[in-house]
């Protein structure tokens, strides 16, 4: 007899079986989900008000907020939150192709790989193909059987060509998505106008449906990207900013290789190192290795040729303890998860920037920690920043006394936190509970230490020898 307090078992609604059946995802975070719905239903709300008549237009206008119908939004979701997913998942809904526009040409081939690896067709325009190679593309597009494109893959340059946008327009694109948008403002007024050009792009092709994702964005980053992509009307969607299981860190130094490799004996790995130079991510590499073996280090900058690039990110992503050591050019949209420490050399040029590279710790849920080394030189530099400036907030996160993740929400303009994990919270909660926490001795204090017990035994370069000797017994003394 069947029990009668037994419910039934409710068949999943049509967005979790399109991501279960292509995806393997059995279930969608609420931020997913309700980006996901805003596209499907902007969707069918502006099929609707295409028949409508313009006075029925008008006076729907009139008694409506349409920012939402419009489907103009931006959409903040923290990194490692799955935001690819709130435009694959449409794409494969919606009765027409999607088109995505990615700002490196490293993300594309990333994407198209991992889509083909699915049940996801997807096409790539990029620079230099032959005519033959864009029709074979459009073929695709234009077909509708299981073969047929639901994606288009470009970058805002190949989109400043007139014919292929003119084609694009005849494609019957549903739904833009615009992935890291805030590049629009932090690169679009600087070195890649394209990216300014996004609009009329927009514009002419003229879908239903356009989203625009980023993880980080403060007021103004947020306010420029809804002038340039919508014209300042845009429907934003933000998650909680916060990365709780990313733990902050400053330690401050003024020999910042040398305290780089005490992390690599210290800290968890994988690991990455953020590098301010192409150069420095080589001689990092070749000190680590030079150290702690070879093979434990590999450098990553945007001057690699393809091959050497497609090399390091497959070492690195079947590393277990492997360090990489690498300019900005690798960190959106890096897919592996297991990394335990993100260690920058440099600090990044504002808190969105500091934000996106930390994260990439973490990304399978586990604590990692964001190590920013700090020297008085940084101290200096940062110093001629506007107090409330988006650069100075980098000096303000490191000179802090308060709380670090609060000073990057505050510069997103975000939530308040209860942070889970920062040095100085941390200590401060050690404190309380009457645990002692013996306060670390930055390499200059030691230097110092050792020059005061030695006074006028050593010449300069005898106190930068035996200094070095002495950090590095100390490093192998932590490693046993």
Known sequence: MEDINTEERKEPDLITKTAEENFGIKYLYPWQRMVVENILQAYECKKKLAEFSDQERQDFFQKEDDSFCRGRQIVLLPTGAGKSLCFQIPALLLDGPSLVIYPLLALMTDQQRRMEEGSLRCVVFRGGQTEEERQSNFQKIMDKGPGGAKIILANPEVLQSQSLVDQLCKAGIKHIAIDEAHCVSEWGDSFRPSYL????????????????????????????????????????VRSESDRPNIHYYVRKCAAKMKEALLLAKEEERPMIIFCGTRSKTQEMAEELNACLGGGTAKFYHAGLEKEEKESVEKWFYQSRDGILCATCAYGMGVDKKDIKTVVHLEAAQTAEAYIQEAGRGGRDGSIAKAILLWSLSDSLKYSVYEKFSRQAAMMNFAESQDCRRQVLLDALGAEEAYCQGCDLCLARRAEKDGRKIKRQLTDFEQALKLIRKYRGFYTIEEIESELEAFLMKKALKKSE
């Open 197 to 236: 050009e996004l609009g009329k792009v927009i514009e002419k092709i003229n879908p239903p449906v356009i989203t625009a994702f980023t993880a980080t964005a403060s007021p103004g980053v947020l306010s420029r990207v809804s002038e340039i992509l919508f014209k300042g009307q845009a429907h934003i």
